[in-house]
Structure formats: C-alpha cells, structure tokens
C-alpha cells in the first residue's frame, strides 16, 4: 500500500487529501483516502508513506525513439550499430524514460522490430522499463523520411505488404512518414509530402483491417491535409509548414479537432534551445498556433521526439514545461500526461488514473505538480505495471 499527503486520481485534478493505494498483481485493487484503503489492506501489506508528497498516475511519453541516442547524428549511430549493440542502447534507454515517472511510451520508429522485442522483454519483467507501444518500422517513400529503418514502399502493393507485415511482427499501431524530416539528410524537405491521399487512405485502411491505429508524422500543411482525410488516429508535429512559409487551414483545424485527431507537437525536451536556434520570432508564432489549435478544440498529445539531437530520455519534465508555455495550467498539463493521452491512445481503459481495475502505473513526487510543474521533476517513487523500479529514501 502506498500513501501520500495528496493523490490526484484524475482527470480533472481531481484531488485525495491523505490518499492511498493498493496493488495486488499489478493492478490497482483500491484507490481512495488512507483511512478506507487500509481497511481493506491486510495486516501483513508492505506499506509506504510519503509525507509532503504527492501520488498521481504514472506519465505517459507518446513520442519517442528508443532506436536513436539523441546525440549530434543519431542516424550515424543508428546505421553504425549492429542489432545486439541497438537493443542495449535500446534497454538503457528505456529504464531512463522510467526513472523520471514514465510508465508508458508510444516508440514511433525503430529498425528490425527491436522495440517490439523491447515491449515484450518489459512486460515479462526482464528488463526495467515502461509498457511500450511499438509502431515498428515507420512506412516512407524510397530515399524518404527514416528510409534507414528499412520501411521504403512504393505502390499499393508493396504499402499493404508493409502495412501486414508489421502487423504479424506484433506492433501496436502503424507509424507513417507522410512529408519529409529534419534528421534524414538528402531526403525531401519537411514541408513536402511524400504520400498522396490515396495512398495515405490505403494505408490507414489495411491498419483498420489488423485493428491498428496510425500515426501520421506531418510538418507539412499538404501532408496535414492528406493525413485529416485518410482519417489517422493522430498527427505528429503539425507545423503547417508550406513552401514559403507557414501555411495554416482553418478548415483543417476544425477538422481535426470534430474527428478527434489528436496532435502530439513532439516538444523536444530542448524547446527553449529550438527557440534560439529556429528563431525566437518564429518559433513563438509557432508555438502560439499549437495554443490556439487547443483553444478551438483540439486534443494535445505530450511527446519528447526523445532520440533526435537535444532531446533526451530523462526530459519529459521540461517537454511538459512547454505546455505551460503556451499557456495551459499545471492542473491541465498532468492531465495531459495521464488520462487525456491514455484515453488519445485507446488505453483510457486501462491506466492513466488510480482507479480499482486499472494498472499500477503510479509515480510519487515531492511537492504539488497541481500548482508546480517542477515537482515532477522531484522523483520519489516509480510504479511500472506493479513492480516497483525506482525508490529514493525519505519513504516511511
């Protein structure tokens, strides 16, 4: 049993003064004030009390990629790496997500099928690390975005084998690139798309027929729009970017937004670096859309792009930071990064909250990230699917 001197349950903010949990098997059994979770606790229940702390549902990273190392040339590293030294580099990664309070994270792109071995080895307990939704390897054009993660298709046919097949190596959802990347050097500019909407609508319907969702990387505004009409489950990046310039439809905001398209701005960890080096003038224009997309009704998605240069594995804090940036409140942002991404990612159901039935996804933190987003960078206590993997003292 775990107890703290305030437990957000979520959504909402939705707050337990001296609030408890217990956990048999990896699920949550009871969720509620101390005084009633221990009278169902049995008097030889291992407990912890964390005073002037504060429990809430463990985080959830829905972009990143465990298959880059966030260094200077992280695709260097990539192709340089031979599957055993990937899959290392792989496994610390991942403990790294999960000792800042990550429980769950959306990998958007690895090479070989790794990260659905990563998954895989994580649920069994073998390796520490956050449940994994894997999307495997990411879907481009030949010499496109990613082209070195081995997913170059071109034409129906070979898009539905590549779809299929990804399927039957097990992934949880399928990754697109449908315009180009900053990090693929050579490759089309990120403003261009790389799929038509024909092929872009193929390619979601064979992931409908395996009962996959799919992510749609996007910066460019022709990209956005093919992606909108093909129905995608969510958007990654969405800069509207246009030949020239921003290009930003109102009609596709709206759009987005009534079919429930969530977008995921990746903030990288390093948003304020990004600022200096992208402009800050520009940069703010673009942060202000995202701020403006959410004022008209669009979800947000928390995400790192952990693995591109700057973007590290333990800065989910300072990519959460970029929300309250824009404008949100830290009541709104642990929303964000708890049951709003668990419900955009369909696993509402199953974690993002401390309720009876759901996973024991928990993180515990000093202080109140409700009114101070920088607790959550004062870890005390990771729960991951019911294993306690990370403990710091002060626990009583």
């Known amino acids: 049993m775990l107890s703290a001197d305030r437990m957000v349950t979520g959504p909402g903010g939705q707050v337990v003064p001296d609030g408890a949990v217990l956990c048999d098997g990896g699920v949550i059994v009871a ?9 169902q606790a049995g008097t030889d229940t291992p407990r912890l009390d964390f005073p002037g702390a504060t429990l809430l549902p463990g985080l959830i990273d829905a972009h990143v990629h465990l298959a880059l190392d966030a260094g200077p ?3 260097a590293g990539l192709r340089a790496a031979g599957d055993a030294a990937l899959y290392a580099g792989m496994a610390d990664r991942a403990g790294r997500l999960l000792a800042t309070g990550v429980t769950t994270a959306r990998d958007l792109g690895d090479r070989g099928g790794l990260a659905v071995r990563l998954r895989d080895e994580i649920a069994a307990g073998r390796v520490p690390g956050p449940r994994l939704l894997s999307a495997g390897t990411p879907l481009t054009v030949p010499g496109g975005h990613c082209w070195f993660m081995g997913g170059e298709v071109q034409g129906s046919e070979a898009i539905r084998t590549a779809v299929r097949r990804n399927a039957a190596a097990g992934v949880d959802l399928i990754k697109v690139m449908a315009t180009g990347g900053g990090i693929t050097k050579g490759g089309p500019a990120s403003w261009q798309a790389q799929f038509t909407p024909e092929e872009l609508s193929l390619i979601v319907a064979e992931a409908r027929s395996s009962g996959l969702p799919v992510a749609a990387h996007a910066h460019g505004t022709e990209g956005i729009a093919a992606a909108v009409a093909a129905g995608v489950d969510t958007i990654e990046h969405c800069t509207w970017m246009g030949r020239s310039g ?3 439809r109102e009609d596709l905001v709206d759009a987005i937004a009534a079919r429930g398209i969530a977008v995921c701005p990746a903030a990288s960890p390093d ?9 800050r003038e520009r940069a703010e224009e673009m942060f202000g859309r995202l701020r403006w997309m959410a004022e008209r009704g669009v979800r947000l998605l928390p995400g790192t792009d952990a693995g591109v240069p700057h973007a590290l594995f333990d800065g989910f804090a300072s990519s959460l930071e970029f929300f309250e940036h824009i404008g949100l409140a830290p009541a709104e942002i642990v929303d964000l ?3 709003g991404a668990a419900r955009a990612l369909g696993i509402g159901g199953d974690t993002g909250r401390l309720a009876a039935g759901l996973r024991a996804d928990l993180l515990v933190v000093d202080g109140d990230p409700l009114t101070d987003l920088a607790a959550l960078r004062a870890v ?3 729960v991951a699917g019911g294993r306690v993997v990370s403990r710091l003292p002060g626990a009583s």
């Open 31 to 39: 969720a509620g004030p101390r005084a009633e979770v221990e009278a």
């Open 73 to 75: 040339d992280p695709v």
């Open 246 to 248: 921003f290009d930003v």
């Open 271 to 279: 948003w304020r670096g990004f600022a200096e080096r992208f402009g």
């Open 337 to 339: 990064a708890t049951s």
């Open 380 to 382: 005390r206590l990771v």
